[in-house]
């Protein structure tokens, strides 16, 4: 059974910076894809970014350049380092592990850009 733990979220200001983290606790790390999804008051849960076991990412347009994720196989964590945020990155963001057979969801971070 794999169970993440999301942390990191809370109240930055526009064009600020924040990191979240994923704890996955489990076995085979490095055989999921991990991702982060957000979902916005009101709209539809959307995947953020993704990252491979092997370490191939993918990133919404909205937040190319200016989000990175990241992952460590000693720790079992992924990481989303969030710059130059807006107030359109004001959402709930959630963790994501992709497996062959399962997938799992964290519980959840609260961000909110705001001055």
């Known amino acids: 059974q794999v169970q993440l733990v999301e942390s990191g979220g809370g109240l930055v200001q526009p064009g600020g910076s924040l990191r979240l983290s994923c704890a996955f606790s489990g076995l085979a790390f490095r055989l999921y894809t991990m991702a982060w999804y957000r979902q916005a008051p009101g709209k539809q849960r959307e995947l953020v970014t993704s990252?491979?076991?092997?370490?191939?990412?993918t990133y919404a347009e909205s937040v190319k350049g200016r989000f990175t994720i990241s992952r460590d196989s000693a720790t079992k964590t992924v990481y989303l380092q969030m710059n130059s945020v807006k107030a359109d990155d004001t959402a709930v963001y959630y963790c994501?592990?992709?497996?062959?057979?399962?997938?799992?969801w964290g519980q959840g971070t609260q961000v909110t850009v705001s001055s």
């Open positions: 990252i491979t076991g092997g370490g191939d990412t």
């Open positions: 994501f592990a992709d497996g062959l057979r399962n997938n799992y």
